[in-house]
């Protein structure tokens, strides 16, 4: 078991990793400035981005990129420089690093290493949304952006459609209206749900309504901003693992369905828990 006290290596380099405002620039906390002017290095997600923050809080660290399109690179690189004892700052455009950002891989290599890693905290887009939801806020299941194809989303949803937690995803303006339709599709269209976008901006907002009622309203409507899904739980998940009996394929599909799937839906989630072909399913249920 390692055990390592970020506060043991004040001599010795050190990675911290400091939340940037999702919105608004008076969330960043005194430590935050404090830590980003006294690191030797800022590896940042877009370092023109971080310049502007930078640029407000008079921070004059240097600065260097450091995205997913270049952690292997960039990695080996960030680790020989703290290995040599320099203090590091890690950064992404706005939120949380490591979620839905980078960092988790250059956390995991520095941590494999034996260097410290300290955590600050700070402002987060999903947890910001979820206590403003009027959603029971815990337990929550967050899982971040979905796949962008259809039938990759289908998939991921069909996983989650018993989760008795509130769910939180994130959505950019250009997708939103077709993962809305995906949600709808896969967990029924009166599942409740609420919209979040530009958190801590100007024109914040909070749609509140079930997922078919959501979809219908930007069918006709402009999405604009980022946004944050929260999708209650199911109440009544699915318990047939539990039961003392196996219940039927029929039975399964009836199930679902009566949990808020669309028919369609409700065979494609029972196909693929008993491993046979959707086809050969639908024809069966339906008799034809």
């Known amino acids: 078991m390692q055990q390592i006290s970020s506060f043991k290596n004040q001599t010795g380099g050190c990675l911290y990793l400091v939340p940037t405002p999702i919105g608004n620039l008076d969330d960043m906390t005194f430590r935050a400035i404090k830590t980003l002017q006294d690191v030797d290095l800022i590896a940042a997600e877009d370092t023109r981005h971080t310049q502007q923050l930078l640029n407000h809080f008079e921070i004059s660290t240097r600065e260097i990129s450091f995205h997913e399109h270049n952690t292997e690179q960039r990695i080996p690189e960030l680790i020989a420089k703290l290995k040599d004892g320099q203090k590091i700052a890690q950064c992404s455009d706005a939120g949380m690093p490591s979620i839905s950002d980078p960092g988790k891989e250059l956390v995991a290599a520095a941590v494999k290493e034996g260097i410290p890693v300290v955590p600050l905290p700070g402002a987060n887009a999903g947890l910001t949304a979820l206590i403003a939801s009027g959603l029971v806020p815990q337990p929550f299941y967050f899982y971040g952006f979905l796949e962008r194809k259809h039938q990759q989303q289908v998939t991921a949803l069909e996983e989650l459609v018993n ?112 491993g046979i072909k959707r086809q050969d399913l639908y024809k069966q249920y339906h008799n034809l």
């Open 163 to 274: 989760r008795p937690e509130t769910m939180i995803f994130y959505e950019a303006p250009h997708r939103l209206k077709k993962t809305l339709a995906t949600m709808a599709e896969v967990f029924g269209d009166e599942r409740p749900a609420v919209l979040a976008r530009e958190l801590t901006k100007r024109y914040e907002e909070f749609s509140r309504g079930s997922l078919g009622e959501l979809r219908d309203w930007f069918e006709s409507h402009e999405a604009r901003g980022e946004f944050v899904v929260l999708v209650a739980g199911n109440p009544h998940p699915n318990k047939q693992e539990d039961a003392g009996q196996p219940q039927s394929l029929q039975e399964q599909i009836d199930a679902a369905i009566v949990d808020g799937l669309s028919t369609n839906a409700a065979i494609k989630l029972v196909a693929k828990r008993n």
